[in-house]
Each structure stands twice: as C-alpha cells, then as structure tokens.
C-alpha cells in the first residue's frame, strides 16, 4: 500500500534506499548549513539506515568516514561539522582513529557515496570549485572535498542537488571537480577512470539517471506534482522528449513508518 501523505525529502529517502544492495559500503560526510547538511548527510543518513532496516541488514554506514553504522535515531539535535564533540559521544558500532581505516576508497572497498555541488552539466561533471573562469572567478566556493575521488574511485556515486534551478543544472560547469562521462565509459577509461561515476542525481523535482555510452545525463523520473514544463524551465539544458517519462516511485505506507517511527522520531533527519 502506498502512502498517502509524504514529503518530498522523504520520497528521496525511499528511492535512495531501494538501490541500495545487502552487504555493501557506502559513504556520507557532514555537510553544514541548511539545504547542504539535508540532502549531502541527513537524507542519505536516512536512506541508508532504511534500507539496513528492510532489505539490506549487512549494510555498512560509513559516517563523516570514521564512524561506522552510527546508532539511530539520533537526539534531539544534529551536529554541525565532522568536528563537532557530540560526535564523540555518537553510539555505533566502531569510531577509527584514522581515515579511512579499514576502508581504502582507492582499493575500491566503498561502494557508494554522496556528493553535491553548485552546477551540474549535461555530461555528469560536478563543479564546487568556482563560478565564472577558473583563473578570475566570479565567486569562489567551498573547494573539491574529496569530490575527484568520489567520481573516481567509489564504485557509484549518488550526487544530491537541493536546488533544481537553471544556474545549477548547465550545459557545461565552470570548473570540473568530479568527472562525470566526458565521451562516455570509453571517455572515462582514457582519463584512466575504469570505474564509478555518478549513478544517479537527486532533486527537489526529479531524479536523473545516465545514459552511460553516451555520456548524457537522462530523466529517470518526476516526482508527483511536477510538471514536465516546470522540469524543462529550471533546467539549463535540453531534457529531450520526457512524455513517457514516468512519476517518480512513492514510498509505502510501511516504509514511512519505519522512517517515521524507527529511523527518525524526533525528526532531526528529514522534516
């Protein structure tokens, strides 16, 4: 049975958790401020202790990287950097003293992860880095945090856009700072990158996809209550033909529980 009242950040969390397989490793930091900390940490946070909770119990939860399957639901609040002491007192099953520990992202042990940035081009590249020329910016941002090694050695990356507006999904970002599919897989190998690169893309309006051969990023679907004409006026790139697109997936009555009732009570994760 499916829902009948759900949020939007929770339509993301299901759909993240279900292409999440038993046994895997995956990978979220701490992001800070607002929109940022809740589609780069909470949301993912979310998804992946759902999907541990229902079909993928041997799941490790790589947190901030050295806080393994941290205990939910959390308290009352949530902390603000991968510094901050209530992480300390966090119950999981393990703390590490070093990054990555037993986990080697350049081995291949992590098999997903989550990022983010301020634009995203029609090829996968993600940018972080600056606006406007790389030499003269028109405004610096927060830099690459560890986005390269997410786009190259993680086997897949799930990259979270708070905002789907036509400045943040483009034709070409300004600044690479994860690789997409420049050329496609054959384009990936000859930069040397035999594996990973973003699966999916997650969005207030939709959820991408790629068509890896070709190198292009695809609508895999809308989320209810969006309209194809508000999809195409907040992207900055041509969609293509997006009529037998379908509805994004809705979460069941049973898996809203669980987030609701299990995961999240104090609702310090997803709103």
Known sequence: MEATHYSIEELLVVNIAR????????????????????????????????ARRTHAPNLTILFCGWCHNPELPFPNSFPDSEFDNELLNLRCEAQMTDYPGPWSHKRGDVDFGFGSGVQL?????????????????????????LLPEHMAFFGREFIMMPRHERR?????????????????????????????????????????????????????SIHPGVSIEDLRQSTGFDLGLLQDVPKTAEPSAEEIRVLRCEIDPHRTLVP
């Open 121 to 145: 081009d029609i090829e996968g590249n993600i940018n972080s880095v600056c606006i406007g020329p790389p030499d003269k910016p028109k405004v610096r941002l927060v830099g690459p945090i």
């Open 19 to 50: 292409t999440i397989k038993d046994d895997e490793v995956g990978f979220t930091g701490l992001a800070t401020g607002g929109a940022a900390a809740l589609y780069i940490t909470r949301i993912p946070l979310a998804a992946m202790e759902l």
């Open 168 to 220: 943040t999904f483009v034709e070409k970002v300004d600044h690479v700072s994860g690789v997409g599919y420049p050329g496609g897989l054959e384009g990936r190998r000859a930069l040397g990158l035999d594996r990973g690169g973003p699966e999916y893309v997650y969005t207030p309006k939709c959820i991408f996809s790629f068509d890896k051969h070709k190198g292009r990023i695809r609508v895999e």
